[in-house]
């Protein structure tokens, strides 16, 4: 059976992303099909969802005004897998520290946008991730740091000089960094495919 995988399109890196959820889903033997949101009404039928990065204000500002903010925090709610990448991670925060982003709060975690300095400080990164076995590299892009991780369920997967850069909470995974951005779809198959928590999903909704 093919997965449907949506990518939040309002704005940032949507072909990237399409491309590291396919050459993930064939890594993992899965089908997918990816589909494009800049609408309400196509969430509801995703078994699984990317949020790129970009400017989260400008991604908060879209999603709120096309509708499709609700439509992310029921397919949360439903225990479908959400990444949220650099800008979609601010997003997806409960404290952006930035009046201009109105957080979905789906990872109880703080975030300092672009922490790690402009765009010309933009640097690729060995990095150790929970629940993969070699260095990740990942890309920072005025990368946003994790400072404050809630007494709930986040749990903080990567850090980069001491500052947190990967988390997760149920579904959610949140990075800094840009995995859509290399050749290397870990990242993606680790939200996806490696738990199976979309597949099972989506075999118990066609039944
Ligand atoms: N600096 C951007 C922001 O705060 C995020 C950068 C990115 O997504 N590469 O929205």
């Not at 993930?24 to 009404?41: F, L, N, T, W």
């Not at 969430?43 to 005004?65: F, K, Q, W, Y």
């Not at 609700?70 to 800008?87: F, M, N, Q, S």
Request: hydrophobic share 45%.
């Amino acid at each position: 059976m093919t997965l449907v995988a949506g990518v939040v399109a309002v704005q940032g890196d949507v072909a990237e992303h399409a491309d590291a959820i396919e050459r993930a889903a064939e890594d993992h033997g899965r089908a997918v099909e990816v589909r494009e949101i800049r609408e309400s009404g196509i969430v509801p039928d995703c078994d699984l969802l990317a949020m790129p990065g970009g400017e989260s204000t400008t991604i908060s500002r879209l999603v709120h005004s096309e509708g499709i903010a609700p439509e992310i925090r029921d397919h949360v709610a439903a225990g479908k897998p959400l990444l949220a990448t650099c800008a979609g991670l601010i997003v997806a925060s409960s404290d952006a520290g930035d009046d201009r982003v109105d957080e979905l709060g789906l990872l109880d975690v703080a975030v300092e946008r672009n922490a790690f300095g402009r765009q010309k400080d933009s640097f690729e990164a060995p990095l150790d991730v929970d629940g993969l076995d070699e260095p990740y590299p990942a890309v920072f892009i005025r990368a946003p740091a994790i400072d404050d991780v809630g007494d709930g369920d986040a749990t903080v997967l990567a850090s980069w000089n001491e500052r947190p850069v990967a988390v997760t909470e149920g579904p959610v995974i949140g990075t800094s960094f840009h995995p859509e951005l290399t050749a290397d779809s870990r990242i993606h198959g680790l939200a996806f495919f490696e738990n199976d928590a979309a597949t099972v999903r989506a075999l118990e909704n066609t039944q």
